[in-house]
């Protein structure tokens, strides 16, 4: 039993990343992956340009230099470093089916994609507290929400994620897995890689699962009760316009919270209710949380921010003048 023990538990292991299941067994397969990396890459293009505006608008319009756009900007760069983090294994799988990947790279993509989620539930959730200062002390929103009280606030949120997810990798280092371990998706996720162990991975579980409550969780939850806070404050005012112009201002947040949290709430109730579906259902849904919040929020603030849209407008508008 020792022998077979040490013949299929082995460290470090090898894993082996997964497109869409089925078609590595198909001659095709190279023509389907890669018109599925077609639109794959578009989003990741899309996203990658509209944050980048994103960034750029802010940063050189001095208008723009109040604490409600540098959320936006922590937002836009929570999201850039979401969509760099899983490029590189997707279009490995999809471009060339080159599936392997070393354990320790594994790891890092884990560490960094579940680091930039919870930086991004966080500053939603900062974005959240940003208005309703700006609704309830319209008159104090400057003095209260500084420069330096914004800077501590982002390096809070950032210093919380990273501490968080820190110990996560070195608990999964500890468990033991087989030679090869197929996983459920074309990137590396925490319940993915303990899902594959073989060794004991109760401490494991039980650390993601208070990341999770202390984070996302929590996040969520304030959420709520921000909005709560938030509601009331705007029904206290008399005007009716006035009333009207100030929820306006939340709307691009609101769509922001729900493109995040519900491809999450999504995927988090088929791992948990929905383990027998079709491994395509997880697949799909996996990609949808991280990839459809980085390629919606620039677009939704962009359409929804007078300021941002108008900015956006007059940029092209100097540029197409230049040019003719």
Known sequence: MSSLNS?????PPAFLLVGIPGLEKEQFWIHVHMWISIPICSMYLTAFVGNCTILFIIRTEQTLHEPMYYFLSMLALSDLGLSSTTLPSMLSVFWFNYRAIHFDACLVQMYFIHTFSIIESAVLLAMAFDRYVAIREPLRYASILTNSVVTKIGMGLTIRAVLLVFPASFL?????????NVLSYSFCLHQDIIRVAQSDRRVSSIYGLLVVLSSMALDSLLLVLSYI????TVL???????????????ISHICAVLIFYIPMIGLSMIHRFAKNASPIVHIL?????????????PIVYSVKTKQIRTQI????????DGTS
């Open 7 to 11: 013949t299929t538990l082995y460290h």
């Open 172 to 180: 999964l280092k500890r468990l033991q897995y087989r030679t090869v």
């Open 229 to 232: 806070m938030i509601l009331k």
């Open 236 to 250: 206290r005012i008399a005007s009716k316009e006035q009333r009207s112009k100030a929820f306006n201002t939340c």
């Open 285 to 297: 849904m996996a990609n949808i949380y991280l990839l459809v919040p980085p390629l919606m929020n």
């Open 313 to 320: 407008i007059r940029k092209l508008r100097k540029k197409l």
